[in-house]
């Protein structure tokens, strides 16, 4: 019989830093014992067999086969912390020589959550399996971010609008109650009473408002703000879809620029008339000050009208010193100087001129042409407000119909002016719709060339 002397293979440690396994002292006891087996078994398959007889002429030898221990079993590591390594022992001794490997183990399954549900096997054959969540019938669309109007949508609009609505009016509150008394104050009334807020005009100055002043008046009033309407969009155009330029040159500008000068030009040019006319009628004395009482009689109408006790002043006659002052830095201050500014960024100023542009830079030019367009926009405002806010018909019979007298009273109650008012706004809002690309192209096509 022979046996098989080699020594059982120890394996891996059971945990990370133990001792290879099975010990040593394991691994010789289990090698004698499957020696041991071996040999039993051997002698008692050779006590057990049935006994040869031989043959005399044809029977071959016999042959007495040898029991073989089998080799020995490498054993693996255990299936759990203290299982029995894969194959068994037993079946390791009756099995042909066989390698003992890893522990055949399964990945474990992660813990069930808090809220999951403890299924049985007798549960889950009794119930049937959940049916899962019907779709929606149409997928769910996230709604639209709502449209922009700058910074805010319409809504915010509304709400910085109102907000907006209530802080001036707190703001004009405060500033009534604080004018009001201030003009309680003993000095200030007698400075009140020595500069009552209309400055004396010359002995030699008309009276009466003639009618070409109110038909420059419409007329100016109607170039402002499709110049202003204009000049908005230039600043906000971003990529021009139409285009115009000289029959001659090949540099081109955007339609909207193009509206917004040809406006200017004719806004200079009704305005170059009103100053015509304004010097030789003698009007001017109206709106340029002639003696220095104009500023503290300004002064003395701006308190007035801040403590909404309006000044008596006839407006046929003469205009408070507030309204003087005013009206000369719009004609003579305000209005040169957006003619100037204008026409450096303007395709007029020579570009060449290398002397010129370094002593008045563009930069200075667009730096002020827009601060004077707001101005422009507080003063249409401001003054609209106030000729429908101290006495309303008889203001727009002096400005619209040349209709007024020495005596304020005088046509107080007549709608003619007031009408007329109202046709100029419907064609200034004519004009405000009309200055469109579908509008401008065809007229601007008379003066050059229009693409895109």
């Known amino acids: 019989m022979a046996t098989d002397s080699r020594a059982v293979r120890r394996g891996l440690p059971r945990v990370a830093g133990g001792v290879p396994w099975p010990p040593a002292e394991t691994a010789v006891a289990e090698q004698a014992t499957v020696e041991t087996t071996v040999a039993e078994t051997a002698v008692v398959e050779a006590a057990t067999a049935e006994p040869v007889t031989a043959e005399p002429t044809t029977a071959e030898p016999a042959v007495v086969e040898t029991a073989v221990a089998p080799p020995a079993i490498r054993r693996g590591l255990p299936r759990t912390t203290a299982p029995q390594s894969q194959p068994p022992v037993e079946e390791a001794v009756s099995a042909p020589a066989i390698r003992r490997g890893l522990p055949r183990t399964t990945v474990p399954e992660p813990p069930p959550t808090a809220d999951a549900a403890v299924v049985t096997p007798a549960a889950s054959a009794a119930e049937p399996a959940a049916e899962p969540a019907a779709l929606p019938a149409h997928p769910v669309v996230p709604s639209a971010e709502p449209k922009r109007y700058g910074p805010f949508t319409r809504l915010q609009w509304v709400g910085a609008s109102a907000v907006g609505v209530v802080g001036l009016a707190l703001v004009v509150a405060i500033v009534v109650a604080l004018a009001r008394f201030v003009a309680s104050l003993p000095s200030v009334q007698d400075f009140m009473a020595t500069y009552p807020g209309a400055n004396p005009l010359p002995a030699d100055a008309p009276v009466g408002l003639p009618a070409w002043l109110g038909w420059q008046h419409f007329l100016n009033t109607f170039f402002m703000v499709l110049i202003i309407r204009?000049?908005?969009?230039?600043?906000?155009?971003?990529?021009?879809?139409?285009?115009?330029?000289?029959?001659?040159?090949?540099?081109?500008?955007?339609?909207?620029?193009?509206?917004?000068?040809?406006?200017?030009?004719?806004?200079?040019?009704?305005?170059?008339?009103?100053?015509?006319?304004?010097?030789?009628?003698?009007?001017?004395?109206?709106?340029?000050?002639?003696?220095?009482?104009?500023?503290?009689?300004?002064?003395?109408?701006?308190?007035?009208?801040?403590?909404?006790?309006?000044?008596?002043?006839?407006?046929?006659?003469?205009?408070?010193?507030?309204?003087?002052?005013?009206?000369?830095?719009?004609?003579?201050?305000?209005?040169?100087?957006?003619?100037?500014?204008?026409?450096?960024?303007?395709?007029?100023?020579?570009?060449?001129?290398?002397?010129?542009?370094?002593?008045?830079?563009?930069?200075?030019?667009?730096?002020?042409?827009?601060?004077?367009?707001?101005?422009?926009?507080?003063?249409?405002?401001?003054?609209?407000?106030?000729?429908?806010?101290?006495?309303?018909?008889?203001?727009?019979?002096?400005?619209?119909?040349?209709?007024?007298?020495?005596?304020?009273?005088?046509?107080?109650?007549?709608?003619?002016?007031?009408?007329?008012?109202?046709?100029?706004?419907?064609?200034?809002?004519?004009?405000?719709?009309?200055?469109?690309?579908?509008?401008?192209?065809?007229?601007?096509?008379?003066?050059?060339?229009?693409?895109g």
């Open 230 to 451: 204009s000049g908005l969009q230039v600043r906000r155009e971003k990529r021009p879809s139409v285009f115009w330029s000289r029959r001659n040159s090949r540099r081109r500008i955007s339609l909207t620029l193009w509206s917004h000068q040809a406006l200017d030009i004719l806004w200079i040019a009704n305005g170059v008339v009103f100053v015509i006319l304004l010097f030789a009628t003698g009007q001017w004395m109206r709106v340029v000050p002639t003696s220095w009482a104009v500023f503290p009689n300004a002064l003395s109408a701006a308190l007035q009208y801040l403590t909404l006790d309006w000044p008596t002043e006839n407006g046929w006659v003469n205009y408070n010193a507030l309204q003087q002052l005013t009206y000369f830095a719009v004609v003579f201050l305000a209005a040169p100087l957006a003619i100037i500014t204008g026409v450096r960024m303007s395709g007029v100023w020579p570009k060449r001129a290398a002397t010129l542009n370094r002593l008045y830079p563009v930069e200075w030019a667009r730096s002020v042409h827009f601060p004077v367009m707001i101005f422009f926009v507080v003063f249409i405002v401001v003054h609209v407000t106030l000729v429908l806010a101290t006495g309303a018909l008889r203001n727009l019979n002096h400005m619209y119909a040349a209709l007024g007298s020495t005596d304020p009273a005088a046509y107080a109650d007549n709608p003619v002016g007031f009408w007329i008012f109202v046709a100029s706004l419907a064609v200034i809002g004519a004009g405000w719709v009309a200055a469109r690309p579908l509008v401008l192209a065809p007229i601007a096509r008379l003066f050059g060339k229009v693409s």
